[in-house]
Structure formats: C-alpha cells, structure tokens
C-alpha cells in the first residue's frame, strides 16, 4: 500500500476527482495537505472522508511540513492546485516523488504568478489558439521539472479566460488520475 499525499490550496476538485477515480484501489491512500485553513478543499474532504491537514506557509518553509509528511509515511506527494513554492528540504527527502499539474502548455505560461485564471487570462490576451495541461516532477524551479505528459485543447476566438479553464479543467480530470496510477503503482 502507498500512501499519497495531494497538496492544494483552493477549490480542490481535482483532489475530489483523483480520491473518486482510485475509490476502490486499495494499493493507494491519500490524506489533504493544504496551506490554507479555509480552503474549500476541506469541505469536499469531510464528504470523502478524507484526512486533511493545515500547515502554513511557515511551517513549509521551517521543517514542519516535511516532518509532517515523514511521519505519516508519506510515499508519494501530489500538488494538485497547490500554490506555494516546495521547499529544498522536501525536494531533497523525496526526489523524484513529487508530481505537479499545471494548467497549460508548459514551457509557456509557466514560472511564478501564473497559476489558475492568470494562466488563462494569459492564454486569451496572446490569442493563442490551444492551450492544455502539463504534468510535471517538481524541481527547485516553478514548473521547470521533467515533463511527464501533456494533452491539449482547441482555444477559440471567442473564449474567455473562464471558458479556457473549463476546457482545461475536464483535461485534468481525464487524465491526472491516470497518469499518478501510472506514475505510483506500475513504474
Ligand atoms: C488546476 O487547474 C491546476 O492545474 C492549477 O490550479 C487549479 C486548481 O483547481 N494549478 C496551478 O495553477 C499551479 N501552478 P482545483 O483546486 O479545482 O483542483
């Protein structure tokens, strides 16, 4: 049994969508690690019946998070909308075991300030006429780690910043919990 820890710092239907997709697998257990104590992500943990935890910013940046992590035999880590910067000390503990998603296309519209709708504002601004999601292992660089998988969507002229997210949104769902059964259980 592998246990995953899904950091997020909003909404988290991801983390709702990727605890649904594995509900029956008894090789992998989540918990909820956010850095925000009312983050709606909460909310949808009581429904699933998931265990969720807060630790701020500080205690990312102190220590605490990775001697959370390690005692509860953290196997794997998952950022899953998660907004902070991975310290070194984490990096460096689990190397090659932290995956991140990214709204877009990464190289493009990656690095620090973009993430959720200034991603997608970004994409209509430059007219661009696809955009997508990457999956990614995280590295001391905001999304500058190892490209694990990419999938894309058409951008049409006439979609919002809103419209693209909602694109994107259903690319993540179709495919982050693939790719993390993948990535855990069969490499
Ligand atoms: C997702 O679209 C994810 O790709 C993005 O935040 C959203 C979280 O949505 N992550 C980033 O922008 C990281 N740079 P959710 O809370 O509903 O899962």
Known sequence: MKKIALLASGS?????????????????????LSN?????????????????????????????ALQFLLDE????????????????NILHVYSGKIINIHPALLPKYGGKGMYGHHVHEAVVAAKETESGITIHY??????????????????LPADSAEEVARKVHLLEYRYFPEVIEQIVLHK
Request: proline residues 2%; contains cysteine.
């Open 73 to 88: 035999h953290t196997d794997f880590i998952v950022l899953a909308g998660f907004l902070l910067k991975i310290p070194e």
């Open 138 to 155: 995280v590295n001391e660089h905001y999304d500058e780690g190892q490209i694990i998988f990419q999938a894309k969507c058409e951008v």
């Open 36 to 64: 925000k104590k009312e983050a709606y992500v909460h909310e949808r943990a009581k429904k699933l019946n998931l265990p969720a935890y807060t630790i701020d910013k500080t205690g990312f940046e102190n220590g605490e």
């Open 12 to 32: 988290g239907s991801n983390v709702e969508n990727i605890v649904r997709y594995f509900h029956s697998n008894k090789e992998l257990v989540f918990f909820v």
